[in-house]
């Protein structure tokens, strides 16, 4: 196996990680509206965007592609939640809802870094088959994913590295399964990819959203960070004896991280776990 990320020209390879959960029926977009963090209603036919599921505090409990083919197919792509826990969770909820929650264990998930064929922006587009297209793209470069029933991609652990190292670099939180929920949307500075919304109707975890944002009482955001080797989930981050924050989320190759810290911080050097720390840029463009 190489320890290479693929070049743009090869293969599509897997995504083992990503899981898919389907709401299907007729009230299926109302439900994902009434649930969701993101505002559902505006999306359009056949297009896709980031959203969220909070718990009552306001803590991001799954972050995910929502992908609404119309009023009565909604996909929930998990990069890494797992699908069987949510949907069993959001079955919870259906009371009388015309809408079965399902979790779909036949498509496989795979990405290249190379351009989609037909998706483009928040458009979905299509593939060969029943393959669903994301354009997955931002300053980056050229990214695309796809969903489907064919069988699977070859597993690359190094494109996979790959793939979540370029997900962090854009402000992608790659939360792990099964974590606690910790964080609000606005300390993972999620309106950087328009993944919630303050103004739509009530949700779980709304009126704590909605009263950050109107009162401005967010006081950490999330920071790009890289070091020399590989950092820890959960560490502190410290500037000299103070504490100003919490790496969130780590990838491997190159070592960086996404870390919620205090918004007023000063510009003295960071460290966590005795390793020296850099703030890099976050870049732009995968918002949806």
């Given at each position: 196996m190489s320890d290479?990320?693929?070049?743009?020209?090869?293969?599509?390879?897997?995504?083992?990680?990503?899981?898919?959960?389907?709401?299907?029926?007729?009230?299926?977009?109302?439900?994902?509206?009434?649930?969701?963090?993101?505002?559902?209603?505006?999306?359009?036919?056949?297009?896709?965007?980031?959203?969220?599921?909070?718990?009552?505090?306001?803590?991001?409990?799954?972050?995910?592609?929502?992908?609404?083919?119309?009023?009565?197919?909604v996909w929930l792509l998990l990069p890494d939640a797992d699908a069987g826990t949510l949907a069993a969770d959001l079955r919870r909820l259906l009371f009388r809802s015309k809408l079965q929650v399902g979790v779909a264990d036949t498509l496989h998930v795979s990405g290249a870094f190379d351009h989609a064929t037909t998706a483009h922006g928040a458009r979905l587009g299509?593939?060969?088959?029943?393959?669903?297209?994301?354009?997955?793209?931002?300053?980056?470069?050229?990214?695309?994913?796809?969903?489907?029933?064919?069988?699977?991609?070859?597993?690359?652990?190094?494109?996979?590295?790959?793939?979540?190292?370029?997900?962090?670099?854009h402000g992608l939180p790659r939360l792990a399964p099964g974590a606690a929920p910790r964080w609000t949307?606005?300390?993972?500075?999620?309106?950087?990819?328009?993944?919630?919304?303050?103004?739509?109707?009530?949700?779980?975890?709304?009126?704590?959203?909605?009263?950050?944002?109107?009162?401005?009482?967010?006081?950490?955001?999330?920071?790009?960070?890289?070091?020399?080797k590989a950092l820890d989930v959960g560490a502190q981050v410290s500037q000299g004896d103070h504490d100003v924050g919490e790496i969130a989320c780590v990838s491997t190759d190159p070592p960086q991280a996404l870390a919620v810290l205090q918004s007023e911080r000063g510009d003295a050097p960071l460290h966590a776990g005795g390793v020296a720390l850099t703030v890099a840029p976050l870049l732009d463009g995968l918002a949806r």
């Open positions: 290479k990320p693929t070049s743009p020209a090869e293969a599509f390879r897997a995504l083992p990680g990503h899981g898919v959960v389907t709401l299907a029926g007729p009230d299926a977009a109302r439900f994902a509206q009434a649930q969701f963090m993101g505002d559902v209603d505006p999306l359009g036919d056949g297009h896709w965007q980031w959203n969220g599921w909070l718990t009552p505090k306001g803590r991001v409990l799954a972050l995910f592609a929502l992908l609404r083919f119309d009023a009565a197919q299509s593939g060969t088959g029943d393959v669903v297209e994301l354009d997955m793209r931002g300053e980056g470069g050229a990214r695309c994913l796809r969903i489907g029933a064919s069988g699977a991609s070859p597993v690359d652990p190094a494109f996979e590295r790959a793939w979540a190292a370029t997900d962090l670099a949307p606005q300390q993972l500075s999620l309106e950087r990819l328009r993944a919630y919304s303050v103004r739509k109707g009530c949700y779980p975890g709304q009126e704590i959203v909605a009263r950050t944002h109107f009162l401005g009482t967010a006081k950490r955001g999330l920071v790009r960070l890289t070091g020399s």
